[in-house]
């Protein structure tokens, strides 16, 4: 087994775990570990934009108001008040980098406006946000010589105490083990301090906006390891992902609503959305994402439209080019027939416990950005919060650890990985099935409108193939494949029983059998 000794390891190359990297290779020499390719994750996704206070007459208080009323008052405030006051400065550092934000006619920056915003507050690049940051990023993390990019390396678990040569149970974490995609073989990385930047958990999920890699692989690691998970129940559903039946994924950007896009029954052309809510397209996700479902069952519909084609054309291109451009290629014109559209899993507002310096639980492990439940979101992320979170809570980790460098101690020995009782798997359609039949179930009995009765059918279901998928870890060679489906049913299981836990409906979690809010709003804490 080949091993490695790095500073710091950062499991993730998306946006919180690049900015870490960039941020300790000042003192520090770093290995990023990626799954895929290094610009697999959500990040180079993602489409609106980055949310911070920058117009005229716009104030933090106003920000932190909007993201707390999304959040259905489950948000902490302090780290929201944190997380906003740092989002300018996070900007300023994405533009130094190179990113070449939109600017507007006279200002410096271009602000579009999403779903519960009450101002325009949404800097970005054309409709590709994501793409532009996630190439700035990784140029700098490329020209770092302390920085070394290791892709198709997939985590398998964190090295905790347990591990050592001499076993220790104090949790400590001392780096991961991983598969490398190419040859097939566990390495191992060693670190006094690990960084978890795994993005989210979609693809628990049917249908969503998220890539291939979203499975939850983070979340999963780290509640194995000791570390407490929060928030599970709150999965977002975007209301608008393109319904196609050969693509599957494609994202219509909530920035189209924000200029005007309108959602409208495809029977009658009616525009629905003021029926549901004063604020009409721009109400908060949660709100949308239900209207549309609603109106999806009661007419047993396929799709809603969402129709921006009364907008002049020039207008529209120069806003939206990217996804004129891909809609074209599919048939559609955007400047002139509206997109059919269906909600689908979106992003993951719970996950690994962190305070405002990135800690989690277990000693020497940090975590950022969508694998983690920081406080910021609540029980419904404000559109466009997610990636700022990634920049702020990346650099807070990576400030900690240098502050407190001479605090953590170096790794003891590790043990090597053990394969002398595997084989390889001879039945592969075990791993597809299993994959396929998490997603449907969780997309049946989990989804947007939930009951108690469905909600315990998922959890049947989590129990059986929780069983198999770990008789089969047990006697199998890991893949990459297998190591996504065991995390899979993992976070499946800590929806579900998050899900559960939950008595009311409050933001993403709606569910008929209790559907009133609370008056007191607490998190969901799940410890292993
Ligand atoms: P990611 O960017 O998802 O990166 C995860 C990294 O972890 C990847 O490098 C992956 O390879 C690696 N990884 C995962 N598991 C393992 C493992 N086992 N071993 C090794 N590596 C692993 N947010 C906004 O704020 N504004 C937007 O406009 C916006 N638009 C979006 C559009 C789409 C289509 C989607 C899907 C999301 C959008 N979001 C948006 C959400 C936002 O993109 C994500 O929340 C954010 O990019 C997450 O960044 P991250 O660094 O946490 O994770
Ligand atoms: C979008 O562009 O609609 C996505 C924004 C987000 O997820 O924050």
Known sequence: MAEHAYDVIVIGSGAAGLT???????????????????????????????AAVLEPGDTFESHVEDTMIAGAGLN????????????????????????????????????????GHSHRRIVHVDDATGWAVQQALERAA?????????????????????????????????????????????????????ILATGGAGRTYLYST????????????????????????????????????????????????????????????????PDFDPRAELAPRDIVARAIDHEIKRLGLDYVHLDISHKPAEFIIE????????????????????????????????????????????PGLYAAGEVTQSGLHGANRLASNSLLECF?????????????????????????????????????????????????FMWDFVGIVRTTKRLERAQ???????????????NFRVTPDLIELRNLIEVAGLIVRSALARKESR???????????????VDTILTP
């Not at 975007?238 to 994202?251: S, W």
């Not at 014109?333 to 800690?359: F, M, N, S, W």
Request: some cysteine.
């Open 392 to 440: 702020v809570f990346g650099a807070a980790a990576a400030t900690h650890i240098a502050r407190h460098w001479d605090e953590l101690p170096p790794a003891p020995p590790i043990r090597a990985w053990d394969e002398s009782r595997v084989s390889d798997s001879d039945e592969e359609v075990v791993v597809q099935h299993n994959w396929r039949e998490i997603r449907r």
């Open 319 to 362: 806003h939206f080019p990217t996804i004129h451009a891909r809609l074209l290629e599919l048939g559609i014109d955007i400047t002139r027939e509206p997109i059919p559209v269906v909600p689908a899993q979106h992003y993951t507002c719970g996950g690994v416990l962190v305070d405002l310096k990135g800690r989690t639980d277990l």
């Open 142 to 194: 490329a020209a770092n010589p302390n920085i070394t990019l290791i892709p198709h390396m997939a985590a398998i678990d964190l090295v905790t105490g347990r591990h050592g040569q001499r076993y220790s149970g104090d949790g400590h974490v001392w780096g991961v083990y991983a598969v490398n995609r190419q040859t097939g073989l566990v390495d191992l990385f060693t670190a006094r301090a690990t």
């Open 507 to 521: 933001g993403l979690h709606y569910t008929l059998d209790y559907p009133d809010t609370l008056p007191d709003a």
């Open 20 to 50: 870490a990297a960039i941020n300790l290779a000042e003192r520090f020499r770093v290995a990023v570990l990626a799954k895929g390719g290094i610009s697999d994750g959500s990040t180079a996704w993602a489409q609106g934009g980055i």
């Open 210 to 273: 998220a890539p291939r890699g979203a499975t939850g692989d983070g979340i999963a690691m780290a509640w194995r390891a000791g570390a407490r998970v929060s928030n599970m129940e709150f999965m977002q559903f975007h209301p608008t992902c393109l319904y196609n039946l050969e693509v599957k994924n494609f994202l219509i950007t909530e920035a189209m609503r924000g200029e005007g896009g309108q959602l409208k029954l495809p029977t009658d052309g009616h525009r629905f959305m």
């Open 76 to 115: 902490n405030r302090r780290t929201v008040e944190y997380v906003v006051e740092n989002a300018p400065a996070a900007i300023e550092r994405l533009a130094s980098l190179g990113v070449p934000f939109n600017a507007g006619e006279s200002d410096r920056w271009h602000l579009t406006r999403e779903g």
């Open 460 to 474: 049947h279901r989590v129990a059986l193939l929780r069983r198999e998928v770990e008789e089969y870890y047990g």
